[in-house]
Nanobody, 119 residues
Framework: QVQLVETGGGLVQTGGSLKLSCAAS????????MGWHRQAPGKRRELVAH???????EYGDSLKGRFSISRDIANNAVYLQMNNLKPEDTGVYFC?????????????WGQGTQVTVSS
């Protein structure tokens, strides 16, 4: 199985920056994609950004330009640099990985890290 641990959330003022980190551990053969989703109070979980091993990095609507995602494939990690944060960016940010474990390919999620942007 795959465990994902996120760090880096917290409270920041409007216009501030945060960097989230996520590291994968456990028993797996490979990871084909890693990324971030977020869920605001009362809203659906939505894509923030993801980076496939082969393909194009994808961002959620209106986030590219303020958010930047990167991966360290060798160390099974993904990062999210968030700049010029706005109150509407508040929510729980979840790390995601599509990985090959002993049970086959599957989607895995971290526990989430809270990001709060004050106005």
């Amino acid at each position: 199985q795959v465990q994902l641990v996120e760090t880096g959330g917290g409270l920041v003022q409007t216009g501030g920056s945060l960097k989230l980190s996520c590291a994968a551990s456990g028993v797996f053969t490979g990871i084909n994609d890693m990324g971030w989703h977020r869920q605001a109070p009362g809203k659906r979980r939505e894509l923030v950004a993801h980076v496939p091993n082969h393909g194009i990095t994808e961002y959620g609507d209106s986030l590219k330009g303020r958010f930047s995602i990167s991966r360290d494939i060798a160390n099974n990690a993904v990062y999210l640099q968030m700049n010029n944060l706005k109150p509407e960016d508040t929510g729980v940010y979840f790390c995601h990985a599509y990985a090959l474990s002993t049970t086959g390919w599957d989607n895995y999620w971290g526990q989430g890290t809270q990001v709060t942007v004050s106005s």
